[in-house]
């Protein structure tokens, strides 16, 4: 320290060692020494110190009293102090020690002394020189700022501090955490050699969330002030974050797919290890086809995967994503997966139609039906929009019924629209009709359709008659005509658009509603009604008929319509004298109409006829009055009798007119008769074998089917050998549901066979990786068919019945190879044996959804083995229950029917066990026919039998009360059998 420390009273002291107190001798003197003589600190760095020990020795003889010491030197340089408390007398002989201290403030040479003020008298100021260097020896520290960005709380990150002495001193450097979160971080103090560079390494070890509030306060060297170290940091709760949290497939058709995208971002700053992705399988309805992992995500990088949900039953679906991370707080990032099973969905059929060559001004329509195929536990599909796409290179050639929009179909319910084609000029022509709606991936729906013209010779129609006549109909009652049209031309002859241009104020209708168009050939002919219903009001009405024929010269008819409606005082006792159907050889018996004057006074009768209709000739009178004119007094009856010939074949209609005083126009009874010329019949049989039968699987190939296929494929073998244990012969084929190929998003999930889901009847697998036709003599042939049913599950929507119909039409069932199609040989000929049985099996977990209705397909499939043997065509299904169930889409209606009507049999496709089905199929008796039933009544005496095209007089016989003909002896297996007969008139 810089100054003096003090003044120490003089004292003669004695011989005394150390520093006591002692009387001076008078005659003696004391003298200080200092060992050592100077202090040479050499090179110290600024800011640290170094310390060295003087001695101060008595070598007098007489006590020495130390008043005072002091430094000289730069200021703060060197300070000193006495080692021990005062006062400072030293006795002869005696010693006492200073420290002196010396930290250099400056770089540089630092001289100085030490001055120790004693009473000698001799040397009262001893002066001990001092030395030393001031060296800049502190550590130099980088950078200034750490950042450890974002981590993940519970993980840990390490950041050097650059630490570098660069003088010939050692350095101590201490580091010091300030701040909230000092806590969360670790450092400790280093010290550097000279020349040294070193990190320090400062640990982030988060445990709570959020940025945190810390310094770096890094003391350089002993002594020397704070250089401070900004720090930032970051936990957070996870590094790895699912985007979005939920991914929800929202509501989807059963049998259908939706495939949503969920992505992980890293939020961190670190690379982070994704190791996989699992589902934890709550639901098999969702699924996950992802590969390249494991994978490193790197800091703000965003991976995007794919998963599908299609659904295999109705109602809320849920199911967790977890991507697996490298993480010590959250190893998994985990994504809800929700889904719900049932939607509205549209199906459209057909969504193109070529309509080909048609005659110039014709109009020829196609049925599209709209249905909504959605499950049975979701709302309605709402047709919102209708509209043509323009059409190009003139006017247009298209056109549709219109629709009352917005409509809303409930599931399973369907509306028809009528699209019509009629070419106006002589060019092909294309045309697109747009639907809007609300259905699931179908909320724009484009239907196409073209068709070419070609020009034929004008029209030469004739029309009766010309005009429609009803007289007097009394009010409220109704009346009808008809009128008919001939062509007589030698080319054929378009007409169109057959309808009531005036209504009358809606008392004229047409029965058989608008005839939107047709094509006449030479010689044909054909009639429609006109009615008329008289309004309580009474009145005069008139009305027209419009009929467009292509006739440039007159191109629309038109038929006047007139009636008239008032109280009258005839009552006949027939409305209407109808014959229903007849034949010229069935001659029809006569009908009596009774007129009666239910008026006060009496009526003139002036005349009655029989007025113009369709034909002329095919009603005459069988009696009529005497006398006509005639007066016919109150409450007196008079009778016409009237015969219906039956000449001409079709509808005949023609007004029976009776005038009278009362009436300004005839009361008039409509005549109506239709003629048959179906005469003879023949029914034709091919007896059954028993032991043969063909069957086809129809096999539900949706997305929902996951639970499905393995239980049918675990019952193939009970079907198999039941089949075998009988000894049948079989023919076996698998074809789908599916009729349009599906390509997925996903190829994972493709359908096998090479038609993409889309058989459209066309036996599985249609690419030849399997046998497609097996039979009883093919090897294992219980595994090759549980090979064949196993037809994948892309397609989307189920048209069973329509594919059965095609799989076993031309040119499938009788062509090696489909010309429709690029694929060879893909036909189904060889599998339909017209001497066997046929049996269908349907396998679904959704109801068909064919375009016709189930009665069409029944029908075909009966008639394809014979009229009069529909047991030879049975159907069975494995379809949903009346009552659904979960993992079903809706109820099977249709495939319940169509099983019913043939004698099949139906097993709910929710049963866990599928073997009783099958056993039942295997088990199914085709018994053979001894007696086959006539389709209509004949005459007696006329029924005639050839088998196998030879006439047959015996071993048989007529059975009146079954109508059928019965063989004594059952004819073999294969027998040909042809019965005609005429039919009975009474069948008409």
């Known amino acids: 320290m810089t100054g003096r420390l003090g003044w120490v009273a003089l004292a003669v002291v004695g011989l005394l060692v150390g520093c006591a107190d002692r009387e001076r001798s008078a005659l003696a003197d004391g003298r200080l020494t200092a060992t050592p003589g100077g202090v040479d600190f050499e090179r110290v760095a600024i800011f640290d110190a170094r310390e060295a020990e003087i001695s101060l020795r008595n070598v007098g003889r007489a006590p020495v009293d130390v008043n005072e010491v002091w430094v000289e030197g730069p200021e703060g340089a060197y300070r000193a102090e006495f080692t021990h408390e005062g006062p400072h007398r030293l006795q002869p002989g005696s010693a006492c020690s200073l420290r002196v ?18 009473d000698t008298r001799i040397e009262p100021l001893l002066r001990i020189p001092l030395t030393g260097a001031g060296v800049a020896a502190w550590a130099r520290v980088s950078p200034r700022r750490l950042d450890f960005g974002r981590i993940e709380a519970d993980a ?36 550097l050699a000279p020349g040294e560079r ?10 709570r969330v959020g940025r945190k509030q810390v310094a770096l306060a890094v003391s350089p060297c002993r002594g020397c002030a704070d250089v401070t170290v900004q720090v930032a940091a970051e936990a957070l709760e996870r590094a790895v974050v699912a985007e979005p949290e939920v991914l929800d497939f929202g509501a989807v058709p059963v049998d259908r797919d939706a495939v949503r995208e969920s992505s992980i971002r890293n939020i961190s700053t670190e690379p982070v290890t994704v190791t996989q992705l699992t589902l934890e399988g709550r639901d098999a309805s969702f699924t996950q086809n992802n590969a390249g992992f494991p994978f490193v995500l790197q800091p703000g990088e965003v991976r995007t995967f794919t998963f599908r949900y299609s659904p295999d039953h109705q109602g809320a679906a849920q199911d967790t994503a977890l991507y697996h991370v490298e993480s010590r707080r ?31 001004g014709a109009k020829v329509r196609v049925i599209i039906n709209v249905k909504n195929c959605g499950a049975s536990n979701e709302g309605g599909l709402t047709i919102n929009t209708l509209d043509w796409l323009p059409q190009q290179g003139g006017a247009p050639q298209f056109n549709h019924t219109p629709l009352a929009l917005p409509v809303t179909l409930p599931p399973g319910g369907e509306v028809n629209l009528e699209v019509f084609y009629e070419p106006t000029e002589l060019r092909a022509a294309e045309g697109s009709l747009v639907m809007t709606t609300n259905a699931f991936s179908a909320a724009t729906v484009q239907m196409d359709f073209r068709g070419k013209p070609e020009a034929h010779a004008p029209c030469e129609l004739t029309l009766t008659p010309q005009a429609l006549d009803f007289g007097t109909i009394p009010p409220g009652q109704g009346a009808v005509l008809g009128l008919k049209l001939e062509n007589r031309g030698t080319d054929l002859c378009p007409v169109k658009n057959l309808r009531l241009r005036d209504d009358g104020g809606g008392v004229f209708t047409l029965p058989g509603g608008d005839i939107y168009g047709g094509i006449m050939y030479p010689g044909d002919w054909f009639s429609f009604q006109v009615a008329f219903m008289a309004p309580v009001a009474g009145g005069h009405f008139t009305g027209t008929v419009q009929i467009e024929q292509m006739q440039p010269a007159n191109p629309v008819l038109l038929v006047p319509l007139v009636a008239n409606t008032q109280a009258v005082c005839l009552v006949a006792s027939r409305r209407y004298m109808d014959w229903g159907v007849a034949r010229p050889d069935c001659p029809a018996e006569p009908m009596e109409v009774n007129f009666l004057n239910a008026c006060a006074a009496p009526v003139t009768v002036n005349d009655v006829w029989i007025g113009p209709g369709t034909t002329d000739s095919e009603f005459g009178f069988s009696a009529v009055p005497a006398s006509i004119p005639f007066v016919l007094p109150p409450n007196e009856a008079f009778t016409v009798g009237v015969e219906y010939f039956g000449l001409v074949s079709g509808m005949n209609l023609s007004p029976l007119y009776v005038g009278s005083s009362d009436l300004p126009a005839p009361l008039m009874v409509p005549l109506v008769g ?35 296929h393995p239980r049918l494929v675990e019952a193939i073998p009970t079907f198999v050998q039941t089949a075998l244990d009988r000894g049948v012969s079989l023919n076996v084929a698998v074809t789908t549901t599916g009729i349009h190929p599906v390509t997925p998003t996903d190829p994972a999930n493709a359908c096998p066979g090479g038609a993409e889901g889309g058989e459209a009847g066309r036996f599985f697998p249609v690419d030849h990786s399997l046998p497609r036709i097996l039979t009883s003599a093919t090897p294992n042939l219980a595994q090759q068919l549980q090979r064949s049913v196993q037809v994948g599950r892309c397609a989307e929507v189920e048209q069973g019945f329509e594919a059965m119909r095609r799989a076993l039409s031309r040119p499938l069932v009788n062509a090696a190879d489909d010309p429709r199609t690029p694929l060879p040989n893909d036909g189904n000929v060889g599998f339909l044996r017209e001497e066997a049985a046929l049996v269908v099996l349907f396998v679904s977990d959704e109801d068909d959804h064919s375009p016709d209705a189930v009665d069409t397909y029944v029908d075909w499939a009966q008639q394809l083995k014979g009229q009069n043997q529909p047991q030879r065509a049975t159907f069975y299904a494995i379809a949903p229950p009346a009552e659904g169930c979960a993992t079903a889409g809706g109820a099977g209606t249709r495939y319940a029917q ?30 053979a026919q001894e007696r086959f039933p006539l389709s209509d009544l004949p005459e007696p005496g006329t029924v005639t039998v050839t088998v196998n095209g030879a006439p047959s007089t015996s071993g048989w016989t007529y059975d009146a009360a079954t109508n059928s003909v019965v063989f004594d002896v059952v004819p073999p297996a294969g027998t040909r059998i042809s019965i005609n007969y005429r039919r009975s008139c009474d069948a008409m």
């Open 101 to 118: 201290r010396f930290a250099p403030p400056a770089e540089g040479s630092q001289p100085g002394g030490l001055v120790v003020r004693s």
């Open 330 to 360: 959250h190893p998994t990032t985990p994504v809800q997966l929700r889904g719900y099973g049932g939607a509205p969905e549209l199906c459209v059929s057909p969504a193109f139609y070529d309509f080909g060559m048609q005659p110039l």
């Open 156 to 191: 840990t990150k390490t950041l050097p501090l650059s630490l570098e002495n660069p003088t010939e001193l050692s350095v101590e450097v201490t580091p010091r955490l300030v701040g909230a979160d000092r806590d969360e971080f670790s450092v400790a103090p280093v010290t």
């Open 674 to 708: 239709e003629s048959s010329m179906r005469v003879e019949k023949t029914d034709n049989f091919i007896q059954q074998d028993v032991s043969k039968v063909d069957v086809l699987l129809v096999v539900d190939n949706t997305a929902s089917m996951a639970v499905e």
């Open 198 to 207: 070193r990190d320090l390494m400062v640990t982030f070890h988060p445990a």
């Open 898 to 927: 169509a099983t019913s009507r043939t004698g099949g049999e139906v097993v709910s496709v929710c049963a866990e066990d599928y073997r009783p089905l099958l056993q039942a199929v295997g088990d199914k008796a085709f018994s």
